[in-house]
């Protein structure tokens, strides 16, 4: 029967606070790296695509003509 009861663990009295530092610190430093990586693959780069395609199809003529027949600017008078 001495088999099946193990015996308990001393506590650790000494030490404990640097111990349980020493692993929140790791944890941190991988959830913040996880996080950081996250961010870059999944809002950065999917931004970058984003505006990639945007400026790819875009005219700044035609959209200069149409701001300016809106009548918007000051110094460019509309074609009417």
Avoid: W
């Avoid at 009861?5 to 959830?31: E, M, T, Y």
């Avoid at 693959?41 to 970058?48: A, C, D, G, P």
């Amino acid at each position: 029967m001495s088999g099946a009861v193990g015996k308990a663990n001393k506590p650790q009295l000494r030490g404990l606070l640097h111990s349980q530092i020493k692993v929140n610190i790791l944890l941190a430093s991988v959830v913040a790296v996880g996080a950081a990586l996250g961010q870059y693959f999944f809002v950065n780069n999917e931004r970058k695509r984003v505006y990639a395609e945007f400026y790819k199809n875009y005219d700044i003529e035609k959209a200069f003509n149409t701001i300016r027949n809106k009548g918007l600017f000051d110094s460019c008078e509309p074609d009417n």
